[in-house]
Structures are given as C-alpha cells and as structure tokens.
C-alpha cells in the first residue's frame, strides 16, 4: 500500500514523501523484527515502540497526501483501518511481553544498558589509540 503511494506520486516528491513513506512503512517491520531478537524485555518494548511511531508516521504520511491532492480518500480510510489493526495486534503483542518480563531474572525488572565504548586518545598526536 505505501510502495503503491511512493510510485503514484510526481516526480517532485520522488525524494520527499516517496522516500519519506518507503523508509516510514518499512521501519514498522524492521523495528518489530529487531525488537523481536532482543532478549531483555525491556528493549523488545523499547523497538515496538518505534514500530509505533512510524506507523503513525506512515498514516501520517497518507494523510497529508490526501490533503494536498495525491491521494483519494478511501486510499487514506483503508490506510487508516490496516494501521488501526496493526496498532491492535501490535498492543497484544506490547501485554504479552510485558508479562513475560523474559530477562528480568538475569538482568533486572528496568532497562539495562551496555557500557559507553572507551576510547584511548594519544596526547601527542590526538589521534585514537589502540
């Protein structure tokens, strides 16, 4: 649906809202699946969370294509319906997670974080070290 849209829109918006909606609708399935292969639950909710955000991106984004002519109305009304069920599906998904709290015996019921990289800097040079 959203490819559909990026290639029904005019030349001028090729790398605006074409690009804009391919990297939007595309993120939804990236971050799930990255969320997906976290182990801590707290990260799983943090990438579904994201999903979140460019989901509505991408309704976002029918939206104002209809607003400004390149998109007809019930183009936006079944965008409007699959990214209400996508939320639905994906507010299960977000409980089921949370009552799993899968990691918390190991790492703890909060987020963890892993160390900030150290970098060595030679004095002298300024250059990054070994």
Request: with cysteine; aromatic share 10%; glycine share 8%.
């Amino acid at each position: 649906m959203s490819y559909a849209l990026a290639r029904k829109l005019p030349p001028e918006e090729r790398y605006n809202m074409a690009d804009q909606i391919k990297r939007s609708s595309t993120s939804v399935t990236n971050n799930i699946a990255e969320g997906y292969g976290r182990f801590h639950f707290a990260d799983k909710l943090r990438f579904l969370f994201i999903a979140r955000g460019s989901l509505d991106e991408t309704l976002n984004i029918f939206i104002t294509a209809h607003v400004v002519g390149y998109c007809e109305k019930d183009k936006v009304d079944d965008a409007r319906q699959l990214v209400h069920s996508i939320h639905r599906g994906m507010n299960g998904y977000v409980n089921y997670i949370r009552k799993q709290r899968q990691g918390a015996d190991v790492f703890g019921p909060t987020a963890f974080r892993e160390d900030a990289p150290v970098y060595l800097v030679d004095q002298e040079t300024g250059r990054l070290g070994d």
